[in-house]
């Protein structure tokens, strides 16, 4: 394994110093705020634990707060007056900024998630300034139909039918840690290219991205209360906001588990609800694939990218029989050469996981495979005993049933499956609660289409994995949620359709 011992010198971020220094505050109505009651609570790099930041422990009142900014901002002032092509140079202009403060932001990135910088600047932030640009376009292109109706005239009365599409209204949006900016983007973008206002919760471990972003969104010219990030826990900022009447739809990345509780709480005022949820994504090796070597190399990246902290990661591995020890012997030897470190140093392939409590969760998954009779082939252990590091791991010998096949681990670990033929394969790939995504490797191009129609999955990857564009909708099948996404699928959940019938 090679590691970066994380007893080195940390790395201290040059151009987000700055940003790290100044106190940090919810963004409500256009002003930075500190939370109602006065708390705060601490922000830690996961690559030491140590503290870099205090933010608003903020609750039900600070929610309150922000909504019926939010809600004004809805009704009166510049916002609803914008004309569509106005609004959608305004939503250019937020991606243009995050492109210019992209190391600053590639930086916090790093530091409070732990991802490596290098990711954080190829990946995150250009993928989220290019959210802004892409929902940039659909601003001015939010259309209805003209529709012939056969309703009965009265007389010789004709009608004229049409729809438009108008804004859902006050948006509540609770983001994940796994890719803090990326996520504020895809949840931001469509809710303001469709005209809405929005209160967004960023997730405990990572909400400091979402903070410089609300900077960036005032400078670019953001009308006061149009945006509103507030920080805080899930159990009181996040359940206050899915819960309040004063929301017409609460939009949501993060557990199946808390997606449950988020459609429990929505149900008060009825109001809609997307979740992206968690996935368990089977990723299928052909022994027909023409390039091996690449396979065996996407199926790692598959499940290591990101430290396996994807919902769409491909955590469950199943190659063909006759090329199983070749696979899984290419995927461990991959594992082993991964460099781990602090998300800052430039050398780091692999930062820590996010938290002590995913560390936990991780650590107890890697327990209960070997419990049950899982074989370790790479990895299985923490790395050192300061920050959150776990070595990229390899299990085999699993069945269905146990917890590490079934359950979302979140973290680098895959389990890694032989299988004979196609028709037995497919039943045990769907055998998930999730439908997130799948990965199909093969040189048949027949079977790469039946595969992909089989697969009960949002999003197929045949010959790639982890394939993500603004304009590719990504959601999941059964428990991975509700909704789709980024391309213009996403508008339809930000948007109400009302039909207008003319008597002419
Ligand atoms: P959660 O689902 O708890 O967190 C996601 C977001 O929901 C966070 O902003 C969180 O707030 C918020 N939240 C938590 N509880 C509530 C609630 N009762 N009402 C409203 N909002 C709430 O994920 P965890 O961080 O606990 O991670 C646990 C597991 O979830 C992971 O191991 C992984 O399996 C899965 N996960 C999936 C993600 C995905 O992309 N699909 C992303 C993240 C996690 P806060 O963090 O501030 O408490």
Redesign the pocket.
Known sequence: MATITTSEPAVSPTKAAQFLKAPKKNLIDGKWLESASGERFSVYDPSTGATIAHVPDSGAEDIDHAVKAARRAFESGPWPKLSPSDRGRLIWKIGDLILENLEELAEIESLDNGKPVAVARVADIPLAADLFHYMAGWATKIEGNTIPISALPAGDAKFLAYTVREPVGVIGQ?????FPLL?AAWKLGPALATGNTVIL?????TPLSALRLGELLLEAGVPVGVVNVVT????T???A??AHHGVDKIA????????K??VQ?AAGNLKKVSL????KSPNVVFRDVSNLDAAIQGAANAIFFNHG???CAGSRLFAEKEIYDEVVAGVSDFAKKIKLGPGLHPETEMGPLVSQ??LD?VSGFLNSGVQEGARTMTGGQRVGDRGYFVQPTVLTNTNPEMRVVRE???GPVVVAEPFDKVEELIPIANQSEYGLAAGVWTNDIAKAHRAAHQLRAGTIWINCYNVFDAALPFGGFKQSGWGREMGHDVLELYTETKAVVVAL
């Open positions: 609770i983001i994940p840690w796994n996520m919760k960023p997730a405990e471990q805080g826990f899930g159990e900022a996040g359940a906001l899915a949501f990345t993060g557990s199946t588990e808390v997606g509780l988020i709480s992206e949820l968690g996935g902290q994807c919902c409590e995913q969760r979302e681990i979140f």
